[in-house]
């Protein structure tokens, strides 16, 4: 008998489930939880999927061992969010070795070969740190506010998303006369590191006027150590605030505290990046070509009207003041 060939249906019914392979950080903040439930959301058995997740605890050698595991498993394609640019190759050539395809996420990798990863997802990490400090530089003109002493508590040493923001501030200091850089203190993206961080830097200065956050978690505690030790956050550096500056803006706690003045501006930092890496594996499985970077529009939210629409005039960025429809 001749088997007869299943219909258009079945053909797509019986399109086989595709393998992914996903290498987290961590769970280290409020944007990585939400970066976690977008590849969830998306590589879904109905969407045809079956994700293996791995949590890096924040550690690379964690991330390594996951991805060797995909490579064993033979998955489909392995996703990779890497929580520090260097020491990748070995573990990429054996995926390449393999015929793995390899989707880099949110962070980058720095690989001696380009060719050791398929694409990359992700931000612009620079761009997000320069607009957080062209704000302050605006705000500070728009004050008249002739200096503001700085200090940059850093998020994980050597992530791209520390290299650049770290970079995005140090250029603006270098530019602007008003913006005086006192110290840079890694606090690894995490809460606790950056309160007990604050504490020292608060015995060890007594002129600290803004602290600029590498993200919402270490802002938060920031704020803990600056009211702990009697010293008020807000955006009215005159009156002796202190400035918290930060990035992520992922959570309403964090949106909440910048309509409440605690936090003066967010460089919004987009975690939604699970369609995005499916756009990718779809295009691989049409036999097309994804474009090797892609990155996502980001704004900044602000807590002070007086500010954006001497901003906005000045440069391109979106600004939003935050009120409380923005958060609804
Ligand atoms: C940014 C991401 C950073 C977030 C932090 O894309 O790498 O890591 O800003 C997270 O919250 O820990
Ligand atoms: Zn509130």
Redesign the pocket.
């Known amino acids: 008998l001749q088997k007869s060939e299943p219909a258009d249906s079945d053909k797509v019914s019986s399109k086989e489930t595709l393998v992914v392979g996903f290498s987290q950080?961590g769970a280290?903040?409020?944007?990585?939880s939400e970066n976690t439930e977008s590849m969830k959301q998306t590589f879904t058995a109905d969407n045809g999927y079956e994700l293996l997740f791995e949590d890096g605890q924040q550690k690379q050698a964690n991330q390594i061992m996951a991805v060797r595991t995909f490579i064993q498993r033979g998955v489909d394609y392995i996703v990779l969010a890497p929580v520090v640019e260097a020491g990748w190759d070995t573990v990429l050539q054996e995926a390449k070795d393999a015929g793995i395809p390899v989707i880099i996420v949110?962070?980058m990798v720095d690989v001696a070969d380009e060719e050791l990863y398929t694409a990359w997802v992700?931000?612009d990490?620079q761009l997000e740190g320069a607009k957080a400090s062209e704000w302050i530089n605006q705000y500070l003109q728009a004050k008249g506010i002739h200096n503001a002493n700085i200090v940059n508590i850093q998020?994980?040493i050597g992530?791209?998303?520390q290299i650049g923001r770290t970079q995005g501030l140090q250029e603006a200091c270098r530019a602007n006369s008003n913006m005086t850089l006192l110290a840079e203190v890694p606090g690894d993206?995490t809460l606790p590191k950056a309160k007990e961080v604050m504490e020292s830097l608060l015995k060890q200065y007594d002129d600290i006027n803004i602290v600029y956050c590498?993200?919402?978690?270490e802002a938060f505690g920031v704020i803990e150590a600056v009211e702990a030790a009697g010293k008020r956050v807000g955006s009215d550096i005159e009156a002796g605030e202190i400035m918290v500056v930060s990035?992520?803006g992922v959570k309403k706690d964090a949106m909440h505290y910048v309509l409440e003045d605690k936090i003066s501006c967010i460089a919004e930092?987009n975690?939604m990046q699970g369609p995005r890496v499916q756009a990718v594996i779809e295009q691989l499985e049409a036999g097309k070509e994804p474009p090797k970077f892609s990155y996502v529009d980001e704004e900044i939210y602000v807590h002070d009207e007086t500010v954006p629409s001497v901003f906005v005039e000045n440069i391109e960025y979106p600004v939003t003041v935050v009120t409380q429809d923005v958060i609804d």
């Open positions: 950080v280290e903040s409020d944007w990585r949110d962070r992700g931000s990490f998020g994980t992530a791209t998303a993206f590498e993200n919402d978690n990035f992520d930092c975690p």
